[in-house]
Antibody
Framework: QVQLQESGPGLVKPSETLSLTCAVS?????????WGWIRQPPGKGLEWIGS???????YYNPSLKSRVTISVDTSKNQFSLKLSSVTAADTAVYYC????????????????????WGQGTLVTVSS | DIQMTQSPSTLSASVGDRVTITCRAS??????LAWYQQKPGKAPKLLIY???SLESGVPSRFSGSGSGTEFTLTISSLQPDDFATYYC????????FGGGTKVEIK
């Protein structure tokens, strides 16, 4: 059974960089699949942040692209998120998930459905 | 960007009711649409993919339909475990989500 677990600081100061890690168990990242980050501000909807392949290829939400870096460490079977210059608007529950992709002619990034999710971790941006 | 609009934002229903949630795309997304269920404090759970395909293990009272720009999620007979928030997600271009529909107890 695939399991994902997010970890990282729960409190980040404005203008600093948010850093989270997603540890994957029950499946080797090197075997394939794409992996993604999704966030959810308190009481609001879901926002895709970006996705990564085990090779290191990354794809980001255009609205966040200038501030986001996603990386993968296959030796530790985990992938990470960095979001720079955070503000209170970045306060959210951050989820990592596995992305089951399909071939879609119109898509400019790997797309599909998120079939396995971590439990989520709340990150608050406040001084 | 393709915008996804769900309606209603909140729906009050009773156990046993037939419930329908609508998701509209600002342009055609073919059948590249998924539905998720999210309970408070929990991660979303995939219910339906490719507009009408039921994810393994999901009860058959859930069904999805539609193509192009208009899609529906139907729960044929609402059960106590179904009170939750439901999100659609398009994957025609970017994996973007709708705003959600909360199904609450009437």
């Amino acid at each position: 059974q695939v399991q994902l677990q997010e970890s990282g600081p729960g409190l980040v100061k404005p203008s600093e960089t948010l850093s989270l890690t997603c540890a994957v168990s029950g499946y080797s990242i090197s075997s394939g699949y794409y992996w993604g980050w999704i966030r959810q501000p308190p009481g609001k909807g879901l926002e895709w942040i970006g996705s990564i392949y085990h090779s290191g290829s990354t794809y980001y939400n255009p609205s966040l692209k200038s501030r986001v870096t996603i990386s993968v460490d296959t030796s530790k079977n985990q992938f990470s998120l960095k979001l720079s210059s955070v503000t209170a608007a970045d306060t959210a529950v951050y989820y990592c998930a596995r992305l089951l992709i399909v071939v879609v002619p119109a898509a400019t990034v790997p797309v599909g459905t998120f079939d396995y999710w971590g439990q989520g971790t709340l990150v608050t941006v406040s001084s | 960007d393709i915008q996804m609009t769900q309606s209603p934002s909140t729906l009050s229903a009773s156990v046993g009711d037939r419930v329908t949630i609508t998701c509209r795309a600002s342009q055609s997304i073919s059948s590249w649409l998924a539905w998720y269920q999210q309970k408070p404090g929990k991660a979303p759970k995939l219910l339906i993919y490719k507009a009408s395909s039921l994810e393994s293990g999901v009860p058959s009272r859930f069904s999805g339909s539609g193509s192009g720009t208009e899609f529906t999620l139907t729960i044929s007979s609402l059960q106590p475990d179904d009170f939750a928030t439901y999100y659609c997600q398009q994957y025609n271009s970017y994996p973007f989500f709708g705003g959600g529909t909360k199904v609450e107890i009437k």
